[in-house]
């Protein structure tokens, strides 16, 4: 089953075409990954995809349903949500409170409904702290529930996020380069909890950097260069794929 179909996605800013006619779908189930030099416009698509931006042209449907042009929080509550390829944690709440905030996003009630003091809002928070523990812990950040975001390592943050992702309860995650600036150990780590995530029947689509990661763990690889989708396949086959090669003998730096 098709999870995610994107359908000839074009954006421009100005005369700058920062993503030029993509097609490419998502199976459900599976671990897809997006790779491309630096400006090929990969962040661009992750923010079509998830309705932070309208595209010029094309569409796209998730879970069988167009979302083309559908805000943010509409398609959140669909189950399709992404991360940033810069932390984008609250700062002044602790590691708990920011994954709270993911649960509230999904809660069906919203944030103000779990502020009244009745006695369902009070059951409804005390399940939303028990599942924002257990995503701690599922992450591996089990035990610092109570630090503030920012006494976290920047692996740690790393973590946070992708747990208050999950507490909006998608279907679909995207992760814009989640492992940069992790070191080896964090890289494994991370690979392990997203492997872990697709067992949890959430499907993954991964903008990534590190290409050994996305050779060990993608089911599909595209690659998209200048805004084109240039190559899509197995891991091993898009790594013998003659654009893609040149691309890297090129000199150009796959990230
Ligand atoms: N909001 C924007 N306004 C103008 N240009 C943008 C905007 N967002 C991205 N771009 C440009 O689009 C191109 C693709 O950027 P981006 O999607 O961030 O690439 P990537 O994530 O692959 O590194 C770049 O040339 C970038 O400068
Ligand atoms: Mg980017």
Redesign the pocket.
Known sequence: MKILEVNHLTKT??G?T??NDVTFSIEAGEISAII??????????F?LISGF?EPTTGSVTFDGEAITGVPVATVAAKGLVRTF?LVQLFPDLTALGNVRVGSHLQSRGGVWSALLRNKRSREQAVAIDANARELLAFVGLGGRDNMGATELTYGQQRLLEVARALATKPKLLLLDEPAAGLNREETEHLAHVIGEIVKRGISVLI?EHDMSLVMKIAAKVIV?DF?KKIAEGKPEEVQQDAGVLDAYLGGVEY?
């Open positions: 800013f100005g700058l920062a993503v491309g030099p630096n400006g090929a416009g990969k962040t661009t698509l923010n931006l390829q903008i998209i805004g990230a």
